[in-house]
């Protein structure tokens, strides 16, 4: 049986593509077997969906213990490579990736690298020249890598959950009992929740409350979950506060408007679903969530504010979420950066489906 490697972790940005790409490899008769850490949520996630899953011991790299434990997580994975014998292995980029990447470059493996972001990070940034491809999600990444590389690289999109292109926003809305006039705001901070974001919405709250016909669908974040809902002594009805929503694809799909980081999955999703939102992009440049929301704010889809500006935003939604011209504009021009079936193209890219 053909195998692949994945190896990939650390937050729902980068788990949740590895598990569509596993997906479409599984329906092809292709083995999938993932490579990850043995602390953060993929170690989880991952067997939860089925998965042969192998953490590994690594953190990112801050002082002398954790280069000790990349080294020791980088032979592990020479052994993991050695014994699993994959037909290639596909990594998700940032330092989780590394170890099983290298073992990889290592012992002369095929090398595949996805990227989410609009801006290469760090991990794919090492591995590129060395890799057959770069499979990426936006045009854009193309400007931080030289022309001669070019032909390495391959946009496909991001592979999104497949739930994302089934769900259906009337059938949803009915099984939500949703009113004909009632709005759905979305308000999420990535797959970690965002403090600044959930700061903004609690005081603002006052002014959600007085909004009878908006319907709120937050999801604060497992560790911010309890203190909110401790601050919190009146809520509408119909409201909706969870630490995390599983089922974020129907809960996107009711929705008329998101506020939100701008985790490159995130943005994907907006995108696949055609959702006006308002984005508040996570300040960090390594991060890089400013140059994803851009790519929404310059087709005019969206609006970007900054942390500082937090509050201002959420006036803005409940604003915005009433004009029904302007939303309905903002999904016209978000059509143009639809792609679809990037598990699908990537699979099929990958060179492994020669004679054994
Ligand atoms: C702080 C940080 O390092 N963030 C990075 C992380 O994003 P992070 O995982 O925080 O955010 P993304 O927006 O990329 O992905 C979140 C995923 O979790 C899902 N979700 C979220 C909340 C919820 O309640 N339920 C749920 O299912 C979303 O639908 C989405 O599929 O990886 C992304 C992909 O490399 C990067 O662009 C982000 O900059």
């Known amino acids: 049986m053909r195998k692949v490697i994945l190896t990939t972790g650390g937050t729902g940005g980068h788990i949740y593509p590895a598990l569509a790409v596993a997906r479409e490899l599984k329906k092809r008769g292709v083995e999938p ?5 043995s602390h953060r949520m993929e170690k989880d996630m991952i067997p939860q969906e089925g998965y042969k899953f192998i953490g590994l011991d690594v953190k990112p790299l801050k002082n002398i213990a954790s280069i000790f434990k990349m080294l020791k997580s980088i032979i592990k994975a020479i052994g993991i490579v050695r014994k699993e014998k994959p037909d290639a292995i596909l990594g998700f980029g940032n330092y989780i990736s590394v170890p099983a990447i290298l073992a990889g470059i290592i012992l002369r493996k095929k090398i595949y690298l996805q990227e989410q972001n609009a801006n290469l990070g760090f991990a794919n940034k090492l591995f590129y020249r060395l890799s057959k491809m770069s499979f990426l999600a936006f045009e854009k ?3 931080d890598l030289p022309i001669k590389y070019h032909k390495k690289l391959k946009v496909t999109g991001n592979p999104l959950r497949s739930e994302v292109y089934m769900v259906n926003r ?10 004909d006039d009632e709005k759905v705001l979305l308000i999420t901070g990535g797959s970690l929740g965002s403090k600044s974001i959930n700061d903004a919405i609690l005081s603002k709250w006052e002014r959600t409350l007085a909004e009878k016909k908006i319907r709120i669908y937050w999801a604060t974040g497992k560790n911010h979950f309890e ?5 919190l002594n009146k809520y509408k009805p119909n409201d909706v506060i969870k630490p995390y929503f599983s089922n974020m694809p129907s809960i996107m799909a009711v929705s008329d408007l998101v506020v939100c980081r701008a985790g490159a999955l995130t943005i994907s999703e907006l995108i696949a679903m055609e959702k006006p939102s308002i984005l508040i992009p996570y300040q960090s440049i390594k991060v890089g969530q ?3 929301a851009k ?3 310059e087709t005019g889809a969206s609006y970007i ?3 500082s500006e937090a509050e201002i935003a959420i006036e803005r939604a409940m604003d915005l979420i009433k004009d ?5 504009k903002i999904r016209a021009r978000i059509k143009v950066l639809k792609k679809d079936r990037a598990a699908e193209k990537i699979v099929k890219a990958m060179d492994i489906w020669g004679r054994k």
């Open 33 to 37: 077997i993932f490579v990850g850490t």
């Open 141 to 143: 990444t193309y400007d």
């Open 170 to 179: 009337k059938i949803e809305r009915e099984r939500l009992k949703i009113e």
């Open 227 to 231: 203190t909110i809902n401790q601050n």
């Open 290 to 292: 400013y140059e994803n």
């Open 295 to 297: 790519i929404l704010e």
């Open 305 to 307: 504010y900054k942390n």
């Open 324 to 328: 029904d011209i302007e939303l309905a």
